[in-house]
């Protein structure tokens, strides 16, 4: 089966610094990734939908310049969390959408990054 | 507007004894997909089923077995004869391929099964 690999699975940071979160597609490409942000004990909100070659789309209330999104190739898209501090703290999910995924939206969900902002 | 509702925000059985969860959702489209999805405290989402609309027949998978009833715009959930190992989190959510979204998540259900 497809699967989508994240990097790290989890990591902590001092206030200001800046994080970046791997994922990848491991055995297929994707034209398409959606990046999550879940925070404790609640549900799975998207952030942002990532396309190849493209600037990513972001979600109403997410700000672009903080989270950023770069989808380089078909199999890699990197969100890099800029000056974080203590409220981005959460559970970063994302999920990869194989070319040619029809009819259905396929999407395949890596395992999640758990940030800690201190 | 789509959205997807799970009204029951915990539940707690026995071991053995069946539970059902439930999921309302909301769209305007013809064709769309659901979804269910299992979170164990690991975090990582674990991929249960996907229904297309077109799709009313129930499924049943082991001891899991879902009902579709686009009547009512319902996808439950049943697991009987529960296990401690069935708690986690279970979200249902939605899915339009056709405008290419994401996936739409409920707020999820957290199962605790006692021994």
């Known amino acids: 089966g497809a699967v989508v690999s994240q990097h790290p699975s989890w990591v902590i940071c001092k206030s200001g610094t800046s994080v970046k979160i791997e994922c990848r597609s491991l055995d297929f490409q994707a034209t398409t990734m959606f990046w999550y942000r879940q925070f404790p004990k609640q549900s799975l909100m998207l952030m942002a939908t990532s396309n190849e070659g493209s600037k990513a789309t972001y979600e109403q209330g997410v700000e672009k310049d903080k989270f950023l999104i770069n989808h380089a190739s078909l199999t890699l898209s990197t969100l890099t969390v800029t000056s974080a501090h203590p409220e981005d703290s959460s559970f970063y999910i994302c999920?990869?959408?194989?070319?040619?995924?029809?009819?259905?939206?396929?999407?395949?969900f890596g395992p999640g990054t758990r940030l800690t902002v201190l | 507007a789509q959205k997807v509702t799970q009204a029951q925000t915990e539940i707690s059985v026995v071991e053995k004894e069946d539970v059902t969860l439930d999921c309302v959702y909301e769209t305007r489209d013809t064709t769309y997909y659901l979804f269910w999805y299992k979170q164990p405290p690991s975090g990582e989402l674990v991929f249960l089923i996907r229904?297309?609309?077109?799709?009313?027949q129930n499924e049943i998978s082991g001891r899991y077995s879902w009902n579709f009833q686009k009547s009512t715009s319902s996808f439950n959930f049943t697991i009987t004869a529960s296990q401690v190992v069935d708690s986690a989190v279970y979200f249902c959510?939605?899915?339009?391929?056709?405008?290419?979204?994401?996936?739409?998540f409920g707020k999820g259900t957290t199962l605790s099964v006692s021994s």
């Open positions: 999920s990869a959408n194989p070319l040619l995924a029809l009819p259905y939206n396929e999407q395949f």
């Open positions: 959510a939605l899915s339009d391929p056709q405008a290419g979204t994401a996936l739409i």
């Open positions: 229904r297309n609309s077109f799709d009313e």
